[in-house]
C-alpha cells in the first residue's frame, strides 16, 4: 500500500491542523494504521494509532488529550486531528500502515508516507 501525508504547515501556539493520509495501492481497510513524528535531531516517535475499524485508538501521553486520530476506510484515509499544538509538537509526521495492533515501535509498521512538516511557533 501506498501512503501520501499532508495537511501541514506553520501555526501558532495553541492552534490547530489536520493531517490526512491518503492510502492507494492496497486493501486498506485490512491495516492498522498510525502516525510519527520526528523533530529536528531526535529519533521518530510515536503519536497515535488506530486499528483497522477505526473503533480503537491508542496515544502517545505527549498528545492525549489534544490529538485525535480517525479514519475513513470508504475513502481510504486516515486523519489526524491537532489542537491546542505547542513549539514542542514542531516535526516532520509521518503516516504507516501496520498489521497488528497497537504498536508503538517503527519497525512494526511496514509501510510508511512521505511526511508533512508541521511547524508551530510560540
Known amino acids: 500500500v501506498q501512503l501520501q501525508a499532508s495537511g501541514g504547515g506553520l501555526v501558532q501556539a495553541g492552534g490547530s491542523l489536520r493531517l490526512s493520509c491518503a492510502a492507494s495501492g492496497g486493501t486498506f481497510s485490512r491495516y492498522n494504521m498510525g502516525w510519527f513524528r520526528q523533530a529536528p535531531g531526535k529519533e521518530r516517535e510515536f503519536v497515535a494509532a488506530?486499528?483497522?475499524?477505526?473503533?480503537?485508538?491508542y496515544y502517545a501521553d505527549s498528545v492525549k488529550g489534544r490529538f485525535t486520530i480517525s479514519r475513513d476506510n470508504a475513502k481510504k484515509m486516515v486523519y489526524l486531528q491537532m489542537n491546542s499544538l505547542k513549539p514542542e509538537d514542531t516535526a516532520v509526521y509521518y503516516c504507516?500502515?501496520?498489521?497488528?495492533?497497537?504498536?508503538?515501535?517503527?519497525?512494526?509498521?511496514?509501510?510508511w508516507g512521505q511526511g508533512t512538516l508541521v511547524t508551530v511557533s510560540s
Open positions: 504507516a500502515a501496520a498489521t497488528n495492533y497497537p504498536r508503538t515501535g517503527r519497525s512494526d509498521y511496514r509501510y
Open positions: 488506530i486499528n483497522w475499524s477505526g473503533g480503537s485508538t
